[in-house]
């Protein structure tokens, strides 16, 4: 698809919000706004379009991912159209310095780097069928103690923390700097969430967040809330590698990650690491 075409499906999309209003269809603006809130990870423009092309959208994902996770979808099913990051890689000037002038410790690594988007298809939940997605399980355990450690933590981070009802049905958000947390949890599920968005805190702002796909963050984000609830004793859901077996490819990379960033939570929460061996989990 031309980018022609997919900046007229764009501006179609904000032009049918705008006509809508203009003609009193206010039940418009709450379908764009409820979209807004369930894909709240997704930049301005892929939510106008999800909102345009499918209005009741809960859960979106390429064909290839429903088709790891066991679903396929269901035979003349439409796609939704929404842009993608298209990641290079770029040698940066002082390798190409290093080079010319032949040394032994010329740098021979490319940085990756974001060079455009293009056009790509999803598919919400409901267009597709086969095995059923796990299901939502709650943290238990006592938290005492730990969770202040933890409201300190996220205090030496600079982050600032919030609570509200408004970003319901989501239980935490993170947004650059400051944290908000869903009013009225449990204090395990509480902790648990928090943990969840300082991992995004500490992995996911910067350039970073550019060149990685919302299933990786929200992975690397629930190992970390794994590993650190896991280190003070709450009991959590199911595993992750079983909920995104197509990040299997990223085991390596998300593992040392995770990894990095739940030691930092677990010191300053007053615990070590749980054991070697106790398998990845995630609360979603």
Known sequence: MKLEDINSRTKDAVDYLVHSLE???SEVLTQYLGAMARFHTYSFGNVMLIARQKPDATNVAGIRTWNSLGRFVKRGEKGILILAPMVG????RLDEVATDIDTENAADERKAALIGFRAVYVFDISQTEGKELPTLTEVHGDVSGYRERLFEFVQSKGVELNYSERIAPAKGLSHGGKITLL???????EFSTLVHEIGHEMLH???RRTLTTKQV????AEAVAFVVCQAVGLQTGTVIAGL???LAW???SLAR???SRSADCCRDSGRNQPEAGRGPGIRA
Do not use: L, V
């Open 217 to 220: 963050r929200e992975t690397e």
């Open 89 to 92: 890689y770029r040698r940066s």
């Open 23 to 25: 003609s009193g269809h």
């Open 250 to 252: 990223r085991r390596q």
């Open 257 to 259: 990650k995770s990894e």
């Open 205 to 207: 702002r910067g350039d």
């Open 244 to 246: 995104h077996p197509a």
């Open 183 to 189: 009013s009225g949890m449990q204090t395990a599920e």
